[in-house]
């Protein structure tokens, strides 16, 4: 005859387990979030149907300005943005909410950071004057849905993104800078397939 204490204790243990695996699930979660790249605007880097780890924390934006306003003799904006694990960098892979209101998230890589001014000429994309060298592209870019040779600001608080495809990418090119705020997280790696497999690390840019 079982033990009652025995029986009792085993339905505790695996009841305990299973609230540890389901708190450990819902930790992740709040972090990775699963991505299926779906089109061929960001060839050859990715490729329709493969899917993504995005982190959604990697640019985790604490709005401390309005607290330490309130400290003596501490003077900053109120609007002031502290960011634990770094700022949205030029290179960066990003899953973003799109602009148009659609349901589905885009995936795009950052090519100007706020306050730089964008100009797309001779087939090449210039920051501040001075063009940027993308080593991952296989064709020229033009400015699409913007005036040829059209110098664009980037807003404080966005940053310009593009298809690495250019001639079939919508990106801010047509609909312009996006908020910081409508970024779901930096992409990381691909995982799938797995001969497909690989980090997603910015490259080294150069501006001459």
């Known amino acids: ?5 025995r029986r009792r204790s085993l339905i505790w243990d695996i009841a ?20 299926r790249v779906d089109g061929s605007s960001m060839e050859p880097t990715l490729h329709n149907g493969e899917m993504l780890i995005v982190n959604r924390r990697a640019y985790v934006a604490i709005r401390l300005g309005r607290w330490l306003d309130t400290i003596p003799g ?7 943005v502290w960011y634990p694990f770094g700022q949205p960098q030029r290179g960066d892979i990003v899953v973003f909410r799109p602009p148009n ?6 995936v795009k890589r950052i090519i100007a950071l706020p306050g730089e001014h964008v100009e797309i000429r001779d087939g090449a994309v ?21 005036t040829l040779n059209h110098e664009y600001v980037v807003e404080p ?22 908020p910081m705020s409508s970024i779901i997280g ?22 001459e």
């Open 1 to 5: 005859m079982a033990h009652p204490v």
């Open 16 to 35: 305990e387990t299973l609230l540890i695996a389901l708190v450990l699930f819902v930790a992740i979660r709040g972090v990775i979030l699963n991505y």
């Open 74 to 80: 501490v003077d900053v904006d109120e609007g002031w």
């Open 101 to 106: 209101g659609g349901s589905e998230p885009y």
């Open 126 to 146: 210039f920051i501040n004057g001075r063009r940027l060298i993308e080593p991952y592209l296989v064709e020229p870019t033009v400015w699409r849905g913007m």
């Open 157 to 178: 608080g966005h940053v310009f993104v593009m298809g690495d495809n250019r001639n079939n990418s919508s990106d801010s090119r047509i609909f312009g800078a996006i």
């Open 186 to 207: 930096k992409a990381w790696l691909t995982y799938w397939p797995p001969d497909e497999a690989k980090l997603l690390g910015a490259p080294a840019y150069a501006l």
